[in-house]
């Protein structure tokens, strides 16, 4: 599997990069390629371009409904709709993209797009996470996590790209410390992992982990590397990777905007 950061700022695109959106890739047994969107935050549909032709994804899986992580789904459903080589209206036909998200993904859509009520959302197939997706050889199992508004993280796992057999990427989305996330990233071969608040500056609980409790959520996880994400644009990275340094003895490092890890 390959992970790519299409953006990993936090709460907000920052000056340096959108907001949260990755891409995950893995090959099946026939050689086929297998691609599937995490998160299309704020900004994110832009560079999103540069590495994937958008209406070839094969999946789009939103970990919940802020606007840092859902809101460019407007600019794909434009994208899919009107798009005038690779649009449904170009080609005559609807492909309908499969989407999974919290309950209110369609509605909140089409209130931010602006829909009519007689209009629907016929470029995506919207569904729930109400149990693991299967993606080709990728599957998503979601979990359930603790954030202020309906949320997950997702574990996916899938063939390996530098061994045999699977491996595993859990992605937290947004969190606080949980048993939810440390058993979404139970031995987790990559766990990108959100850090977005800083130790006694930010003192809110139930919204977002710190550097220090990322580095002991991956330390109780038996996470086998970090990658720490979400940071927000005011935030020091070195202060960051500090704290998760201090409670996580394995690798970790902090996102970049078209970094692409391989496990
Ligand atoms: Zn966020
Ligand atoms: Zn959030």
């Known amino acids: 599997m390959r992970l790519t950061v299409v953006g990993c700022s936090g709460s907000m695109?920052?000056?340096q990069s959108p907001a949260s959106s990755y891409l995950v890739s893995a090959d099946d047994a026939d050689g086929r390629t297998w691609?599937?969107?995490?998160?299309?935050?704020?900004?994110?549909?832009?560079?999103?371009q540069s590495y994937v032709e958008p209406s070839s994804l094969d999946a789009v899986a939103i970990t919940h409904l802020h606007p840092d992580h859902y809101i460019?789904?407007?600019?794909?459903?434009?994208?899919?709709?009107?798009h005038p080589e690779h649009g449904q209206d170009a080609r005559g036909t609807c492909r309908r993209m499969p989407v999974?998200?919290?309950?209110?993904?369609?509605?909140?859509?089409?209130?931010?797009?602006?829909?009519?009520?007689?209009?629907?959302?016929?470029?995506?197939?919207l569904g729930t996470w109400d149990q693991p997706?299967?993606?080709?050889?990728?599957?998503?199992?979601?979990?359930?996590?603790?954030?202020?508004?309906?949320?997950?993280?997702?574990?996916?796992?899938?063939?390996s790209d530098t061994g045999d057999g699977d491996v595993t990427i859990t992605y937290s989305?947004?969190?606080?410390?949980?048993?939810?996330?440390?058993?979404?990233?139970?031995?987790?071969?990559?766990?990108?992992?959100?850090a977005a608040f800083q130790e006694d500056r930010d003192e809110a609980r139930g919204i977002h982990l710190t550097g220090r409790r990322a580095g002991e959520v991956a330390t109780a996880a038996g996470a086998r590397r970090?990658?720490?994400?979400?940071?927000?644009?005011w935030t020091s990275p070195d202060v960051i990777l500090?704290?998760?340094?201090?409670?996580?003895?394995?690798?970790?490092?902090?996102?970049?905007p078209g970094e692409t890890y391989v496990v």
Request: aromatic share 8%.
């Open 13 to 15: 695109a920052g000056p």
């Open 35 to 48: 691609t599937v969107l995490l998160d299309l935050g704020s900004g994110a549909f832009g560079p999103l």
């Open 72 to 82: 460019d789904l407007c600019g794909l459903y434009v994208y899919l709709r009107y």
């Open 100 to 125: 999974r998200g919290p309950a209110a993904t369609d509605e909140r859509v089409g209130v931010a797009f602006g829909l009519g009520e007689a209009e629907c959302l016929c470029c995506f197939d």
């Open 133 to 159: 997706w299967q993606v080709g050889p990728l599957t998503i199992e979601p979990y359930a996590v603790d954030h202020p508004v309906e949320a997950y993280a997702l574990r996916i796992t899938g063939p």
């Open 173 to 194: 989305g947004d969190t606080d410390a949980c048993d939810a996330i440390v058993d979404a990233a139970r031995g987790a071969d990559l766990f990108l992992v959100e």
């Open 226 to 233: 970090a990658v720490l994400t979400h940071l927000q644009p």
């Open 242 to 256: 500090a704290e998760a340094r201090g409670t996580y003895a394995g690798p970790v490092d902090l996102a970049r």
